[in-house]
């Protein structure tokens, strides 16, 4: 597995002695058994394609399931590896979703955090904004270096059985190194090299070295403050600004890996690559935008920075934590998506902002009075051969934001109070609504990826919901076919089906914060859909590509709407003949048009 583990034997005696969640047991992954694995795999594809393709498929399955077929020689081998490793899947997963994976970064793997829009009056605003935030993580960052973040519970039918919390360790000791055909995500442990004491500072395309342990002192928010105010000069300064080298790290994967390996050979860029790959996150102080900052413009800073023309160069993509903050208060965190899923993204988000707003009624007013040593810019020597590719990136992430086809809808009809007061679970339903919107506009479903948390086993990260059911079908033909004329009643009992199907596999995990997720289409023929219900309104934010001709974001944003408007339409109607249809014990005890409440 290319994950490199630097650990001594100092470190697993530490965890020995550590009460902490180190200390849990968790079971290991099963592997499903062979039949059961096929079975599952024909009734998750059988209403998704043609009868002809079925059959065909059908009988493929079947002789490789056959007893002495290469099925069973498979499964036992499966099964030996189940016993040697700690999660028998994990490498496979990892290495297919991610690692394997030629595309850019930007756009086609990682996920954004957009924060609430700030006001930054003047500049220091801004800076004292950015303080506050790498406080935040330090403060997080020391949670974590004591084992002392609280361990995560599985919530819905698993309520109560602890999850696994290594995930939590990749947010800022990790890095993704680009290869030639394989990336390799490396995991940076303590004791083999010094602990990483400072983080990169991203302005103007320029990446600084802000040491945030000086002395053995961790640095205050006034010293936090000091700093950033001095690199925000230095970066100003046109006569030592260098070439965007952070464009190369936004180029497809095998591209920067060549780059890269040109940078290597000389020993100036080697130290500065080093600085950053061994740094805690990078805080990116990005310039204006020029957009009006609404949901989707701010999360499309977030998600590509707006081009290399814009804040698309003021990045390095390769950092699993990247946080923004925008002088037109366009803030939020891009993410590295292979070391953690995303509720432990969300979980660290959470603690910044709640960090941020308890340390709002005390901001920091005043500079450092301390002498501190002047933040370092990282150099780089550029080659012809270098100057080539950062032209060529910086080409490909202009395409790369053109294709884009991405919008944030806010529904405002209705929110998760509605579908909680129908006893139904918000994310089943709205899982459903997207089904639904989709058969609208193309009379048929397709396969459907929703992430389930397989945390509660050893290294677990996630794994598949299709959430194409057969039964989502029905309901979206019964509520679309004109020609089926069905009474609600038998449209209600398809909806529950349909979201009985659903609510055997997720369970949604809320955030408390102002904030929302975004990310981009994972295929080039398809949408990325991800949701954030709130109390009285759900906010959607739906992607595609621009050069597929049969999709379109707009479009499929409006079909949500309407399926939503239909589903509550269903809800009420069905309410109101249940509450005026009296059953017979109160049709003999009930007055005149009374109604029993």
Not at 107 to 112: E, K, R
Not at 366 to 387: F, G, H, M, T, Y
Request: aromatic share 8%; charged share 25%.
């Amino acid at each position: 597995m290319p994950i490199l583990e630097k650990a001594t034997k100092e470190e697993e005696e530490k965890k020995k002695e550590s009460h902490s969640q180190d200390e849990m047991v968790l079971p290991k992954l099963p592997v499903p058994p062979l039949q059961q694995t096929l079975h599952m795999y024909l009734q998750c594809m059988k209403h998704l394609v043609s009868e002809e393709q079925y059959m065909k498929t059908k009988g493929i399955v079947e002789r490789f399931g056959a007893a002495g077929g290469p099925g069973e020689m498979l499964q036992q081998k499966l099964l030996e590896r189940q016993e040697k490793m700690e999660n028998w899947v994990l490498d496979y997963w990892l290495n297919d979703m991610y690692l394997n994976n030629r595309l850019a970064l930007p756009v086609n793997s990682s996920p954004a955090i957009i924060f609430a829009h700030q006001h930054f009056p003047d500049a220091s605003d801004q800076l004292r904004f950015a303080a506050n935030l790498i406080s935040g993580v330090l403060d997080y960052k020391a949670l974590l270096d004591t084992h002392a973040v609280p361990v995560d519970f599985a919530r819905g039918q698993l309520s109560g059985h602890p999850l696994c919390m290594k995930q939590y360790y990749g947010l800022f000791s990790s890095y993704r190194l680009p290869g030639h055909t394989k990336d390799t995500l490396v995991a940076q442990k303590n004791n083999i090299m010094p602990e990483p004491e400072h983080i990169i500072v991203a302005c103007n395309n320029q990446f600084f070295v802000l040491d945030v342990v000086i002395n053995f002192r961790r640095l205050s928010e006034g010293d936090l403050f000091t700093q950033l105010r001095k690199i925000a000069k230095m970066s100003e300064n046109e006569e030592e600004r260098l070439p965007p080298i952070g464009l190369l790290t936004s180029d497809g994967r095998t591209e920067w890996a060549e780059a890269r390996k040109i940078l290597v050979e000389d020993s100036t860029n080697r130290d500065s690559l080093d600085m950053i790959e061994r740094s805690l996150c990078l805080v990116c102080l990005d310039c204006p935008s020029g957009e009006e900052p609404n949901d989707t413009n701010r999360a499309l800073q977030l998600l590509h920075g707006g081009g290399y023309h814009k804040n698309g160069a003021n990045r390095w993509y390769d950092k699993p934590m990247q946080l923004v903050v925008g002088r037109d208060g366009v803030c939020g965190t891009v993410c590295e998506h292979s070391p953690f899923e995303g509720i432990v993204l969300v979980q660290c988000v959470e603690h910044l902002l709640r960090h941020m707003k308890e340390g709002a009624k005390k901001l920091v007013r005043a500079d450092s009075v301390s002498e501190l040593p002047a933040p370092r810019r990282l150099r780089w020597k550029c080659s012809p051969e270098i100057q080539a590719h950062l032209a060529s990136a910086a080409e490909k992430l202009q395409r790369s934001v053109k294709n884009l086809d991405f919008i944030v809808y806010k529904f405002e009809n209705y929110g998760k109070e509605f579908i909680k007061k129908q006893k139904m679970s918000p994310d089943a339903y709205i899982q459903v609504a997207l089904q639904l919107a989709f058969y609208r506009l193309y009379g048929r479903l397709v396969p459907t990826y929703e992430s389930a948390s397989i945390r509660r086993f050893e290294e677990g990260r996630v794994d598949n919901i299709r959430s194409a059911t057969p039964e989502a079908l029905a309901f979206a033909q019964g509520m679309t076919d004109k020609t089926l004329s069905l009474q609600d009643s038998e449209k209600m009992r398809r909806f529950k089906d349909a979201i009985t199907a659903q609510t055997n596999y997720t369970i949604l995990v809320p955030t408390t914060m102002e904030m929302f997720c975004c990310y981009g289409p994972v295929i080039p023929n398809g949408y990325g859909a991800c949701y954030n219900p709130q109390p009285e309104h759900i906010l959607f934010c739906i992607s595609s590509f621009k050069d597929c001709k049969e999709t379109s974001s707009n479009k499929f944003a409006k079909a949500v709407g309407e399926s939503l408007t239909d589903m509550r339409e269903l809800c009420v109607k069905c309410q109101a003949t249940k509450t005026s249809t009296p059953t017979k014990q109160e049709a003999t005890s009930a007055p005149p048009h009374g109604r029993k409440s």
